[in-house]
Structures are given as C-alpha cells and as structure tokens.
C-alpha cells in the first residue's frame, strides 16, 4: 500500500491487474497502427471561420479515416454546423481549408461535393412528390440511378413500403431516415449527418441511431454532428469535442472519459462507510447523492474497498457504476474549462452553429 500526494492510501495493483494493464496497452497501440494505415477520406487544416467580429471555427484540424463512426460533439453554439457548412463549401473559410477524399475545398469543391452525402440541419424535399421520385430525382444530379439502388437505400432505411407515398405525409423521424437514403444513393465515400435526431420522439432517435450503427459495422465513414454525449458513445468509434470552435480533446470514443470512474456505493451504515472510504481514496473523492456515496475510483481500489468495508463488519448492498455520469460530468468540465481558458473573447453567435 502506498500514499497519495493528498494523505490518502492507494492500493498497489495486483499482477493480474497489471498484466490486464500490459494486454489493453499492447491492444491500444495495435488498433492505432491498424487505423493509420487506413486512408484518411476527410481532413481539416487550420480551418478558421470568422462572422465579424465573432470567431466561430478557430484552427480546427481534424482527420477522419475510412471507416470511421465519427462524433463531431459539442454544445449549441460550439461551432459544429458552421464547420460541416465549410466542409460541402455551402461557405468559405476565412483561412484554412478542407480535403475530401483528397480534392481540397474549397479549391476543388465540386469534385469533393462527389464523394460526399449528407444534409446540414433538415433534410429538404419536394412534400408533393414520393420518396422514390425524390430519391431519383436528387440522385440523378450526381450521376445516373437505377432503381434498384433506390429500391436498396429504401430497404436500409426502413422505407420500402412508404416508398410511393408523398413525402409531405411523412413524419418527421421518417423524413430524417429519408435524408440517410439520400445521402447513401450514390455510394458516397463520406456520409456527413447533422444532428440526425434532432427533433425526434426516443423511438425515432433509436431508429436512426441504430440505422448510423448498421452504416459503420458495413464500413460507411460516417460524420456524425451531435450535441448528445450518450448518442456519440452508442454510435461511434471516434469523436472530437469541440467548443467555441476549438477542439478542446479528440480520441478513441472509449478512451474519452476521466482517468477516474466513479461508483454508487450503499451499506448498512453510511457514515462509517464514506470514514473508511475516505481514507482510502481521499474525502475529497467521496460524495453522498440522496441514500448513496458517490466515490471516484481508479483501477483496483473499487475491490480493495469492499475488501476494507466487510472487513470492518459493514455490509456492502450495492456497488453500482456510474460511469454514465462521470461522462457527463468530464463533458461539461472540458466545455466550460475551454469557456474559462478563452475568456469569452471568442463568443460564438450569430453564423456559429
């Protein structure tokens, strides 16, 4: 047993756990080779959008490769959609550029606008006219479309059947599904989704983000726009936080939490509980929510603290993680440490999205 900088005993890991530490390094470093070796379809260098006086994309570099689930996440107002707009050039940088499947935009904004599917904000569509018809209509501008292909996007997306139907009669989860089979028409190799569940009802949220899970298992490269933490972590392998058009940490989807993971802890006796408690991990890492303690852990210290409290003669009626919660908690941290670091000198507003 050692002690922290902070008074507080740490427990020494056990060789099992460091060689489980050792096999998770090794398979780390593996995936990341695999990963580098894949081609990078799309790619942000310096991208810098000015509105004014108001920086909404500061510097941002970015690299997405194929096959990527990519979590483009952020708060409102942190710069996403203002970005996703310089990418399908819809508007131009103030400096910088992007390159996509490697034609650089906007230099070459018409070739890379070949590559890519996706809609910005809403998905638009002529309300008179059915799915099919839109479908053929909107793919032929890139090129020519059987309808068995539009029959295939129609199945991916769960549409088959409401295929003739005018799009006007459609609701609003339907017209975001619609928007997937349009962006997957013409085989692109960059899917881009702003926001895709914005709007819907939990069940039409579970549709479509099964349906972006479906895409990455069959190895779309998907850029998926999100101001949801939970929906970036059921759908993708990757993500970058951005805020007030920084990133401010980007990396492997399991890998972007805290260093410390926290439990939900109930005993028979809570205030002798959170005594012993605290002198292992340290008071300021054990707090009490209504019946609960909430104590941040690190590896090996969750067992050796049931170890302490039963060998103390209390006893442990749950340990529940909660990791969900200290996902939250780091989102909010990174995003309003970024707020403190710019001193509100780079205010997104206005154009920034």
């Known amino acids: ?29 593996r995936e990341r080779a695999e990963r580098e070796a894949l081609p990078i379809v799309l790619s942000t260098h310096d ?23 990519f979590g483009f996440l952020g708060p409102n107002g942190a710069g996403k959609t203002t970005t996703i707009r310089m990418i399908v050039g819809l508007i ?29 904000e809403v998905p638009a569509f002529y309300g008179n006219m059915s799915a099919r018809l839109n479908l053929r209509l909107m793919g032929s501008l890139n090129g020519p479309v059987d309808e068995a292909r539009i029959d295939e996007v129609l199945d991916v997306v769960g549409l088959r059947e409401r295929a ?6 459609y609701s609003h989860g339907m017209k975001q599904r619609l928007g997937i089979a349009n962006a997957l028409i013409n085989k692109p190799e960059l899917v881009i989704l702003d926001e895709p569940t914005s709007g819907l009802d ?5 549709d479509v983000r099964e349906l972006v899970r479906e895409l990455g298992k069959d190895g779309t490269t998907v850029f998926l726009s999100s101001h949801l933490l939970h929906e970036v972590e059921q759908v993708c392998n990757r993500a970058a936080i951005l805020n007030r058009g920084r990133v401010v940490v980007e990396g492997p989807v399991s890998e972007l939490h805290p260093e410390h993971s926290s439990v939900k802890l109930l005993t028979s006796d809570q205030g002798r509980s959170r005594q012993i408690v605290a002198a292992l991990v340290g008071a ?66 206005g154009g920034a999205r």
């Open 1 to 29: 047993m050692t002690v922290s900088p902070d008074g507080a005993e740490k427990p020494q890991r056990t060789p099992d756990e460091v060689a489980q530490a050792l096999v998770k390094d090794i398979s780390a470093a």
């Open 47 to 69: 991208l810098t959008k000015r509105f004014g006086d108001t920086l909404a994309v500061d510097r941002l570099n970015l690299t997405v490769r194929r096959g990527d689930v």
């Open 92 to 120: 131009y940088p103030t400096s910088g550029y992007a390159t996509v499947a490697d034609h650089q935009v906007p230099r070459e904004g018409i070739e890379a606008l070949k590559h890519i599917g996706g809609f910005v």
């Open 164 to 169: 003739d139907s005018k799009v006007g009669d």
């Open 202 to 206: 939990p069940q039409g949220m579970k």
């Open 284 to 349: 300021q890492h054990v707090d009490l929510d209504e019946e609960y303690l909430i104590v941040e852990t690190s590896d090996g210290t969750t067992r050796e603290m049931v170890n302490r409290l039963v060998a103390e003669g209390i006893g442990v009626d749950a340990v529940i993680p909660a990791r969900e919660q200290g996902l939250e908690d780091y989102f909010l941290g990174l995003t309003q440490s970024s707020d403190v670091d710019s001193g509100g000198a780079a205010g997104v507003g």
